[in-house]
Antibody, heavy 127, light 108 residues
């Protein structure tokens, strides 16, 4: 059974670039048939897919975030991270790290839903 | 962007009842639909993927079905631990996956 746990700042000032980390236990980020991603939930927009990373180093982002987001997978620490640039109040949300199984990468891959989620971390953007 | 519309927003039911939750996609998603259960303060959990395949360890009372762009999650014999929010997710339109707004199942 895999467990994911988010960590990072709960309060961020506008224009900053916060980094959120997801610690993986009971599994390995080196798994070639898994992907590691982030989802956020806010009252205004509901659940939003942010993007995902693979062990291979490939990353894919929701076009709505592409210019501001970076996801990286740290194989040495069995963690993966999200950076979101130049945040505004609209980025206030609960951020979930997620893991799913896949065969292949990107648009040609076969996906099997998001099998594991963290409990989420609330990030508030406020001055 | 594929819009997923879930109905109803809230469903009140009693233990033992059969409940059906709906998720309608704005365009074809080739049955690449998953359903999740979310209880407050807990991590969401995957119930169904590929519209009708139960995830490992999910009780048989949960089932999913599809008809075109209409998807249904059915709970046969609602248990007390099933009162939660349920949301659908399409993972067909890569990389712009989207989610429904959720249906809350509460006790009548």
């Amino acid at each position: 059974q895999m467990f994911l746990q988010e960590s990072g700042p709960g309060l961020v000032r506008p224009s900053e670039t916060p980094s959120l980390t997801c610690t993986v236990s009971g599994g390995s980020v080196r798994s070639y048939d898994h992907y590691w991603g982030w989802v956020r939930q806010s009252p205004g927009k509901g659940l939003e897919w942010i993007g995902s990373g693979f062990y291979s180093g490939s990353t894919y982002y929701n076009p709505s975030f592409r210019s501001r987001v970076s996801i990286s997978v740290d194989t040495s620490r069995n963690k993966f991270s999200l950076e979101l640039e130049s945040v505004t109040a609209a980025d206030t949300a609960v951020y979930f790290c997620v893991c799913g199984r896949s065969y292949g990468y990107g648009s040609s891959a076969v996906y099997y839903g998001l099998g594991f989620w963290g409990r989420g971390i609330r990030v508030v953007v406020s001055s | 962007e594929v819009v997923l519309t879930q109905s109803p927003a809230t469903l009140s039911a009693s233990p033992g009842e059969r409940v059906t939750l709906s998720c309608r996609a704005s365009q074809s998603v080739s049955n690449n639909i998953a359903w999740y259960q979310h209880k407050l303060g807990q991590a969401p959990s995957l119930l169904i993927f590929r519209a009708s395949t139960r995830a490992s360890g999910v009780p048989a009372r949960f089932s999913g079905s599809a008809s075109g762009t209409d998807f249904t999650l059915t709970i046969n014999g609602l248990q007390s631990e099933d009162f939660a929010v349920y949301f659908c997710h399409q993972y067909d339109a890569w990389p712009l996956w989207t989610f429904g707004q959720g249906t809350k199942v509460d006790m009548k």
